[in-house]
């Protein structure tokens, strides 16, 4: 099951080459594919690198055409399909005697947003119903989330579907119980329940070309329940060498805070978190106010900031001893781990220790990664 994103802007040649690992593939394993506004080029801005060097003159695959050219893999096993207005398709196939995916696209469907029109939700409806009535489990599986998790400032906006809590009542209330989504690049296993009292379990898939580089492994049991377990990308090939795929991709993610924090000038400081697809240039205007903050955070230790804001009063409901421990850590070395650990899926481990946050010092990938889900 792979839930979209499979390009970085539907460049044509990306796709291609893609299509060529998915036959490869589909020799050891059957592939359920999605696509995602990435793979069609939604924003207009096809690239083409070049070392350092960025151009725009490439041949895109457009969204009417992804159906046929991925036909392959979901689409030519589907008992039903849905073609939206814009050309995506969403599709059911029969995994099994007893289980069936519902292999959901939402881009653009509803007002211009992330989300499912009438008629498309009532298509939906009908093969939950279908599935119930033939005495299957469906598992759902969509790009963009149903449920913020971390924090809805985080992974909340356009990370979900427009008017999320509606479509999770919905699905929830039609009898969807599971789903399967990509999107925010972050591991992580949350429940929404409606207000008919409806549960709906999302696994938010982190990205296989990012920290931590998940694979995650669904087992259907006797009992209609689901447990996953996840795996990770342990090496990989760079330049024709084997490369530590771990340390790589968490050095990768880490070095997108450190760029920021070596940020000189607003310009610079805009651009570098409208690439964080953060509103820039509205954020820029507090760059006095945050460069000092940013300064801090590359440079203090625990210790220093401590008797930073014990000088201005606020240490009183600091933990000592945790200060005492940690003095002569960066404050940035726990700032890495904290996005480490919001990627991986780990986050929900941390506590807050009165001002002060462990992270960095638990192992990551353990058996709380093993879910059962009922």
Sequence with gaps: MIAGDVSNDGEL????????????????KKVYLITATHDWCCDGNPRRFSGGIVTNDVETVSSDKLCD?????????????????IGTYSYVVQL?????????????????????????????????????????????????????HISPLITGGSICVKNREYVASRLA??????????????????????????????????????YPAPIVNVTVNDDMTLTYDVDHLDTFTLDSKE?????????????????????????????????????????????????????????????????????LGLGRSIDESLVKKFSS????SFVDSVMLSAMDGSIKKI?????????????????EQNFKIK
């Excluded at 893609?18 to 050891?28: C, M, T, V």
């Excluded at 690049?185 to 409806?198: L, W």
């Excluded at 760029?259 to 400081?269: K, V």
């Design 13 to 28: 040649v990306s796709h291609i080459e893609f299509k060529q690992k998915l036959y490869k593939l589909k020799e050891k």
């Design 69 to 85: 050219f991925y036909y392959d893999f979901g689409p030519k096993d589907a008992l039903s399909e849905y073609i939206t207005h």
């Design 96 to 148: 099994s005697d007893n289980v069936r995916l519902l292999a959901l696209n939402d881009d653009k469907n509803e007002n211009d947003h992330a989300g499912f029109s009438e008629e498309h939700f009532r298509w939906i409806e009908q093969q939950i119903k279908n599935a119930r009535q033939d005495g299957c489990l469906i598992i759902g599986m969509e790009h963009h989330l149903l449920v913020p």
């Design 173 to 210: 209330d039609a009898g969807l119980r599971y789903m399967f989504v990509g999107h925010s690049h972050i591991q992580n296993t949350a429940d929404f329940i409606s207000e008919k009292g409806n549960k709906i379990t999302e696994v938010n898939v982190g990205s296989l070309v990012g």
């Design 243 to 311: 490369v530590d795929a771990q340390k790589f991709l968490a050095s990768h993610c880490t070095a997108i805070i450190h760029r920021l924090l070596d940020c000189a000038t607003p310009e610079e400081f805009a651009d570098r978190l409208t690439a964080l697809q953060l509103d820039g240039k509205t954020l820029s205007k507090f760059f006095p106010i945050a460069r000092p903050i940013l300064n801090i955070i590359k440079n203090d230790t625990v210790g220093r900031l401590y008797k930073r804001l014990k000088h």
């Design 329 to 332: 850590e960066k404050l940035l």
């Design 351 to 367: 506590r807050p220790q009165l001002g002060l946050l462990q992270a960095g010092y638990f192992t990551r990938f353990d058996s």
